[in-house]
T-cell receptor, first 116, second 113 residues
Framework: AQTVTQSQPEMSVQEAETVTLSCTYD???????LFWYKQPPSRQMILVIRQEAYKQQNATENRFSVNFQKAAKSFSLKISDSQLGDTAMYFCAFTALYNQGGKLIFGQGTELSVKP | DTEVTQTPKHLVMGMTNKKSLKCEQH?????MYWYKQKAKKPPELMFV???????INESVPSRFSPECPNSSLLNLHLHALQPEDSALYLCASSQAPPPDTQYFGPGTRLTVL
């Protein structure tokens, strides 16, 4: 079975500091994608970053970067220079080539609070 | 443009009502999804349409009835819902076949009285 685990239900960080959110996954697939989605209080699910498993280079998007460790099945998200607008629930998610219909497997989420 | 729109934003309905949720995308995506999400929980997949055909039904009760009139539109027809069906309903779309990025709409917040 494919699973995604986020071990930190809640985290907080001071504005302008750096925070890392953890995610591990389990799969026997080789061809898959990993994602971090952000869901602020407005509840719109917003794509933060995506990583293709075949790429060795870690994905980055402005202040957001990932540490993708394929052998360890780890996919953490680093947020640099945290801003108040980063306050949100963050979901790690996985989908594989042979997941019927492209089904996304989500972790339970990490609720991040950025404090002024 | 990575926009998925959903209407209405909020919906309150009684258990005997019939209502519909609508979702639209103009990104040329050929896969569309319905999710149900309770507060502080991850979304739960309900249905997947691929090339306008239903490809996944995650054992959803028949009081939820999906419809895909064309490649840009996805509806969710609601009838005889229960209070426990109150949730945020999210629509998403992606290229087909998988794997690919799913882009989500803003959701419809449904309350069943």
């Amino acid at each position: 079975a494919q699973t995604v685990t986020q071990s930190q239900p809640e985290m907080s960080v001071q504005e302008a500091e750096t925070v890392t959110l953890s995610c591990t996954y389990d799969t026997s697939e080789n061809n898959y994608y990993l994602f971090w989605y952000k869901q602020p209080p407005s509840r719109q699910m917003i794509l933060v970053i995506r990583q293709e498993a075949y790429k060795q280079q870690n994905a980055t998007e402005n202040r957001f970067s990932v540490n993708f460790q394929k052998a360890a099945k780890s996919f953490s998200l680093k947020i640099s220079d945290s801003q108040l607008g980063d306050t949100a629930m963050y979901f790690c998610a996985f989908t594989a080539l042979y997941n019927q219909g492209g089904k996304l497997i989500f972790g339970q989420g990490t609720e991040l609070s950025v404090k002024p | 443009d990575t926009e998925v729109t959903q209407t209405p934003k909020h919906l309150v309905m009684g258990m005997t009502n019939k209502k519909s949720l609508k979702c639209e995308q103009h990104m040329g995506h050929r896969a569309m999804y319905w999710y149900k999400q309770k507060a502080k929980k991850p979304p739960e997949l309900m249905f997947v349409y691929s090339y306008e055909k239903l490809s996944i039904n995650e054992s959803v009760p028949s009081r939820f009835s999906p419809e895909c009139p064309n490649s840009s539109l996805l509806n969710l027809h609601l009838h005889a819902l229960q209070p426990e069906d109150s949730a945020l309903y999210l629509c998403a779309s992606s290229q087909a076949p998988p794997p690919d990025t799913q882009y989500f709409g803003p959701g419809t917040r449904l309350t069943v009285l």
